[in-house]
């Protein structure tokens, strides 16, 4: 019994750790290397679009405590308590990750 529980507790620990370090990536990369790229790509950028894409960029990561409560709250009986949310976060994430795709190119080839 309690090498399951152990092989338990390892499980878990490994699923969290790679949550939380893909988390640390993604945020590393829209905090670091997209500044970088426009500053490369249109030679300036004002402070004010810097802060303002850093408030859009770390709202997900503030939005979280409010996020969590909400999905242990609620749920289905179908899916739990859980999936749900996750599958909804994640089908939400990737369409916007499409729409940003898509709309960079734009807006980089529209400022002067």
């Given amino acids: ?12 620990t490994g699923i969290f750790s790679s949550l939380y370090f893909t988390q640390g ?16 790509k249109l030679g300036t950028i004002d402070t ?4 303002f894409m ?13 996020y969590g409560l909400l999905s242990d709250r609620f749920g289905s009986k179908k899916l739990g308590r859980r ?18 795709s898509l709309l960079i190119p734009f807006l980089l080839d529209s400022n002067p």
Avoid at 54 to 66: E, G, R
């Fill in 83 to 100: 999936k749900p949310w996750i599958l909804g976060s994640t089908s939400f994430t990737g369409i916007m990750w499409i729409i940003l």
């Fill in 48 to 51: 004010a679009a810097l802060s």
């Fill in 1 to 12: 019994m309690a090498t399951s529980e152990n092989e338990y507790k390892l499980i878990y």
């Fill in 54 to 66: 850093f408030s859009i960029i770390l709202t997900p990561f503030i939005l979280k405590l409010i």
């Fill in 25 to 40: 990536v993604t945020q590393s990369i829209f905090t670091v290397i997209v500044p970088v790229y426009l500053l490369k």
